[in-house]
């Protein structure tokens, strides 16, 4: 499988960066290569198309419904309808899985400022995001977890054939946006990249429970539950990348490394 960050910048889109949005691509047995983003977040939909068609997106799986992770579906939505060749409004084109919380595509039409009795249903097909279940798109199982945000969270899990010997299977784990919670220790458990979110920093931010990680809880994790690789995002710009490395490097003893926009990971 093959990771692309194409947004890393935490809660807001940065000078360096979009805000959240990973590309997971990954071929079958025939050769044909599947895609799926997690999270949209805003500014991203731009950087995205440097390195996908978004019309050659199979899924979509969005973490929760704050802006800095789903707001540019505004965006892809235009493009998907309105696209003077391609778009569904030209051709018999079928809608995007959306795999998203409760009520997301109100939420999205909402954004976007659609009358009463439009709606985006012919763009993207909303899908109930359901723990405990492995949904397969093309050659990925994808499973959600929920986890520990002031709205309704997910993480996931995407396991796929490995990019240097295709007959192995292997996972990603991305946390979403999180605090310490079960569901975000069975995302990183013996994942071969655990793309953690670490936007909290320790000694600063220990007063605001129940909504991020800090460099030093995503080590712990990574390093409790099995990791192999751990790879630190959503860092706002406010904050100093090294300080969050080095919280983590006290605590994990692979391969950390801090995401930055177009970065691409072989997993
Ligand atoms: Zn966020
Ligand atoms: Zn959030």
């Known amino acids: 499988m093959k990771l692309t960050v194409v947004g890393m910048s935490g809660s807001f889109a940065g000078p360096q960066s979009p805000a959240s949005s990973y590309l997971v691509q990954a071929s079958d047995a025939d050769g044909r290569v599947w895609s799926v983003l997690m999270d949209l977040g805003s500014g991203a939909f731009g950087a995205l198309q440097n390195y996908v068609d978004p019309f050659e997106i199979d899924a979509i799986l969005v973490s929760h ?7 540019d579906l505004s965006g892809y939505y235009v493009y998907y309808k309105y696209h003077p060749v391609l778009g569904t409004q030209y051709t018999d084109r079928a809608a995007i899985p959306v795999f998203a919380p409760e009520n997301a595509n109100a939420r999205f039409a909402l954004a976007y400022g659609l009358d009463e009795g439009e709606s985006m249903d012919e763009q993207f097909e909303h899908l109930k995001l359901s723990c405990g279940q492995t949904t397969t798109v093309g050659p990925f199982e994808i499973e959600a977890f929920e986890v520990n945000h002031p709205v309704e969270a997910y993480g996931f899990r995407v396991t796929g054939p490995s990019q240097f010997d295709p007959s192995q299977r292997v996972t990603i784990g991305y946390s979403g946006d999180t605090d310490e919670c079960e569901g975000v220790r069975k995302i990183a458990r013996n994942a071969d990249l655990f793309l953690s979110e670490a936007a909290f920093v320790e000694g600063r931010d220990d007063d605001i429970p129940a909504m991020h990680l800090t460099g030093k809880r995503a080590g712990l994790i990574a390093s409790q539950e099995g990791a192999k690789r751990l790879v630190l995002t959503h860092i706002p710009p406010w904050n100093d990348p090294n300080v ?14 801090i995401a930055r926009a177009s970065a691409v990971y072989h997993v």
């Open 65 to 71: 419904l704050h802006p800095d992770h789903c707001s």
């Open 244 to 257: 969050t490395y080095y919280e983590a490097r006290d605590e994990f003893d692979g391969t950390i490394e």
